[in-house]
C-alpha cells in the first residue's frame, strides 16, 4: 500500500514537473518574439581580418545569423549583394573577424581604395610636406590626431625675427606618404595629408609657402583644445618661462624712467667719504716650514 502511494507521489511529481518546463519554455519564446530576438537574417560578416585597401572576396566572407532588431544599417544579406558579378570593392577601414560588413566600410562598386571615400561631407583632404623631425619621428600615424606649427619670418619695422604659431589644433591624419594604414611602427614620410575644412586648406597652403610647418602629437581621444595660444619668438627662448617681450620691455622702461629730483639734490648734497689710498710696496715672500716652525723670507725687488 506504501509503495503503491510512492508511486502515485513520483508521477504526479514528474507530470507537475514537465508542466512547469513547458510553461516555462513557452513564456521564454513569447518573450523573445515580443522582443525580436527569435527573428534573425543572414547577414555577411568577415571571415578573416581585413586592413584599408585589401579587396574583399567571397573567400573572405561568411554568413551567419543575426537578430533582426539588431540589424545594423548598411549589412549585406547575401554574398551577391555585396559583391555584384564583375565588380570588385576593398575595405576602406580595417575590419576584424566576425564583424558585419556594412556599405561605408566598403569602397564603391568596380573602384579600388581611395582617401576622398573616407572624408566626411564638407572636408577635404590636404597634403603638406615633411619630415623625420617635424613629423614627430614617424611616430604619427594614420588616424592620429595632431596640432599644425607653422615657423616663418615676421618682419617689424627694421627688425626680421623668426617666430612660431599654433596654426591648427586637433587635426586627423588620413595618410602618411602613400600610406593610409596604420602599422603600428615608426614610419618615417615625407609628407602627410589632413583632413581640413576648405578654410583650413587656404591655411596651410598659404603657411607652405611662407613658412615650415611641423606636426605635433595629441593624446587619443583628447578632444578639447588650448584656449589659450601665444606666438613664440627668439626673445622666449632667451629667457626661459618668462615672456621674454615682457621682460625686455619692463627692462627698458626701468631704464629709462627718470630719478625723481629730490633722490639727485640728496645724492649731490651729501660728500662721499673716501679712504686714503696707501701704496704698499711690491715685495714677494716665501713661507719655509721646517717641522713645527714656519719661516717667511722675502724674495725678488731687485730690479723685478
Do not use: H
Not at 621674454?244 to 662721499?272: C, D, F, L, M, N
Amino acid at each position: 500500500m506504501i509503495r503503491r502511494q510512492t508511486l502515485i507521489a513520483l508521477g504526479i511529481a514528474l507530470v507537475l514537473g514537465l508542466l512547469a518546463v513547458y510553461l516555462a519554455n513557452m513564456l521564454l519564446t513569447r518573450g523573445e518574439r515580443s522582443r525580436g530576438m527569435g527573428e534573425t537574417t543572414k547577414v555577411a560578416v568577415a571571415a578573416v581580418p581585413l586592413d584599408f585597401g585589401v579587396e574583399v572576396t567571397a573567400d573572405k566572407v561568411k554568413l551567419v545569423d543575426y537578430p533582426t532588431a539588431s540589424l545594423p544599417p548598411g549589412a549585406f544579406s547575401s554574398i551577391a549583394q555585396m559583391l555584384p558579378a564583375g565588380k570588385r570593392r576593398v575595405a576602406l577601414r580595417p575590419i576584424t573577424v566576425n564583424e558585419p560588413i556594412l556599405a561605408s566600410k566598403l569602397s564603391v562598386e568596380g573602384e579600388g581604395a581611395s582617401i576622398a571615400a573616407l572624408l566626411p561631407s564638407g572636408m577635404r583632404a590636404v597634403s603638406v610636406r615633411i619630415n623625420d623631425i617635424s613629423g614627430v619621428a614617424g611616430f604619427v600615424q594614420p588616424n592620429d590626431s595632431v596640432d599644425v606649427l607653422v615657423t616663418r619670418n615676421l618682419t617689424t619695422g627694421n627688425r626680421s625675427e623668426q617666430v612660431t604659431d599654433v596654426l591648427m589644433q586637433n587635426v586627423k591624419v588620413l595618410a602618411l606618404g602613400q600610406n593610409a594604414k596604420e602599422n603600428n611602427q615608426p614610419t618615417v614620410a615625407q609628407s602627410a595629408t589632413l583632413q581640413v575644412d576648405p578654410v583650413d586648406a587656404q591655411k596651410l597652403a598659404l603657411a607652405e609657402a611662407v613658412g615650415s610647418l611641423s606636426l605635433v602629437l595629441r593624446k587619443p581621444g583628447e578632444e578639447e583644445n588650448s584656449p589659450v595660444v601665444q606666438t613664440v619668438s627668439i626673445d622666449d627662448l632667451r629667457y626661459g618661462r618668462f615672456a621674454g617681450r615682457a621682460y625686455v620691455q619692463s627692462s627698458a622702461q626701468s631704464e629709462t624712467r627718470p630719478t625723481p629730483a629730490r633722490a639727485v639734490r640728496r645724492q649731490v648734497a651729501r660728500p662721499i667719504a673716501r679712504r686714503p689710498v696707501v701704496v704698499r710696496p711690491t715685495t714677494r715672500s716665501v713661507e719655509v716650514v721646517r717641522g713645527t716652525q714656519n719661516s717667511n723670507y722675502e724674495v725678488g725687488g731687485y730690479g723685478s
